[in-house]
């Protein structure tokens, strides 16, 4: 059995500097990691990559001979990699034995809520081989600074694990920045765990762009309310405990914190139940870490 993380996000989100960063963690635990960069508009790549799409399929010779601008061609690439799974499947059956894996993909969100070719390429490896992965979806913390953002922010993290169904975790990376955007309406806990959307109303209808959106805005609302899924872990990946809380989530979706334990079904289970030990960690700690002590007085006030 192999466990791994599909690392997924809009673009800027900071993936390629993830997998750097995260392999390196891991491979102080004593992991051996394995990234599989699957991003074939990623030419400049900070990482080591056991498996690259480059030596399958490039963009820039697909927009040449197709003439398609950077999203077409990254849809064909896609569709290219799912014709030919074979490829990748041959690739990773000498990893698949004692490797963890972390898959890169591109940047396009539509290849994760709109088409099926991606969804379709990991749901092939899943089966063949036997993965069992969790999908690390990573937003740019600054989206938080602006109520508009942040709704579109959480739609697209919403569609996203519908299309994807896959275990799966939502983080606000560069976490470390957030103070450099603006003040936050409300302290970070409001949009870590996706809290009352009623209140963002007040915010948006203050601008002019968004005010005459109020209709469509609050059905949208009503609709990632209603769902219930959405909620935000933190990360700044030069932070080691940081990324050490992401990695103990990360291990309890996929499974992997099950197997190098030799139990009784009611010992699994009670792990699998018992909560991890870093609700502080993932809010307050973060808040108090990244953004002024005056702010975060002024913002629980106004959630009061």
């Given at each position: 059995?192999?466990?791994?993380?599909?690392?997924?996000?809009?673009?800027?989100?900071?993936?390629?500097?993830?997998?750097?960063?995260?392999?390196?963690?891991?491979?102080?635990?004593?992991?051996?990691?394995?990234?599989?960069?699957?991003?074939?508009?990623?030419?400049?790549?900070?990482?080591?990559?056991?498996?690259?799409?480059?030596?399958?399929?490039?963009?820039?010779?697909?927009?040449?001979?197709h003439s398609l601008g950077p999203n077409g061609g990254l849809v064909y690439c896609m569709d290219y990699l799912e014709k030919n799974i074979d490829w990748?499947?041959?690739?990773?059956?000498?990893?698949?034995?004692?490797?963890?894996?972390?898959?890169?993909?591109?940047?396009?969100?539509?290849?994760?809520?709109?088409?099926?070719?991606?969804?379709?390429?990991?749901?092939?490896?899943?089966?063949?081989?036997n993965l069992r992965l969790t999908a690390v979806h990573l937003i740019d913390a600054h989206l938080c600074c602006e109520p508009g953002k942040y709704v579109?922010?959480?739609?697209?993290?919403?569609?996203?694990?519908?299309?994807?169904?896959?275990?799966?975790?939502?983080?606000?990376?560069?976490?470390?920045?957030?103070?450099?955007?603006?003040?936050?309406?409300?302290?970070?806990?409001?949009?870590?765990?996706?809290?009352?959307?009623?209140?963002?109303?007040?915010?948006?209808?203050?601008?002019?762009?968004?005010?005459?959106?109020?209709?469509?805005?609050?059905?949208?609302?009503?609709?990632?309310?209603?769902?219930?899924?959405?909620?935000?872990?933190?990360?700044?990946?030069?932070?080691?405990?940081?990324?050490?809380?992401?990695?103990?989530?990360?291990?309890?979706?996929?499974?992997?914190?099950?197997?190098?334990?030799?139990?009784?079904?009611?010992?699994?289970?009670?792990?699998?139940?018992?909560?991890?030990?870093?609700?502080?960690?993932?809010?307050?700690?973060?808040?108090?870490?990244?953004?002024?002590?005056?702010?975060?007085?002024?913002?629980?006030?106004?959630?009061?």
């Amino acid at each position: 059995m192999v466990f791994g993380q599909v690392v997924i996000g809009p673009p800027g989100s900071g993936k390629t500097t993830y997998c750097n960063g995260m392999s390196q963690f891991l491979s102080l635990l004593g992991r051996k990691v394995a990234v599989v960069n699957l991003d074939p508009a990623n030419d400049a790549l900070p990482y080591e990559c056991a498996i690259n799409i480059e030596d399958l399929i490039k963009l820039s010779d697909v927009m040449a001979e197709h003439s398609l601008g950077p999203n077409g061609g990254l849809v064909y690439c896609m569709d290219y990699l799912e014709k030919n799974i074979d490829w990748l499947e041959e690739k990773l059956k000498p990893l698949i034995e004692d490797h963890y894996l972390l898959f890169d993909f591109p940047g396009q969100v539509e290849l994760f809520f709109l088409h099926s070719n991606a969804r379709s390429v990991i749901n092939k490896l899943i089966k063949k081989l036997n993965l069992r992965l969790t999908a690390v979806h990573l937003i740019d913390a600054h989206l938080c600074c602006e109520p508009g953002k942040y709704v579109s922010a959480l739609l697209l993290s919403l569609s996203t694990m519908i299309h994807f169904e896959l275990p799966h975790i939502n983080v606000l990376s560069k976490i470390d920045l957030i103070e450099n955007y603006g003040n936050l309406a409300f302290n970070l806990e409001f949009y870590t765990d996706v809290q009352d959307l009623s209140y963002l109303q007040h915010h948006l209808e203050q601008d002019p762009r968004s005010a005459k959106y109020r209709k469509l805005t609050k059905e949208l609302c009503d609709v990632i309310d209603d769902f219930g899924l959405v909620n935000f872990s933190t990360l700044d990946i030069q932070d080691k405990e940081s990324v050490g809380n992401l990695v103990k989530l990360i291990d309890k979706s996929n499974g992997y914190i099950f197997s190098s334990i030799d139990s009784s079904a009611v010992e699994f289970s009670k792990i699998a139940a018992a909560p991890l030990d870093w609700e502080y960690y993932r809010t307050a700690e973060v808040q108090e870490k990244y953004m002024k002590d005056d702010e975060f007085v002024q913002q629980t006030g106004r959630m009061q």
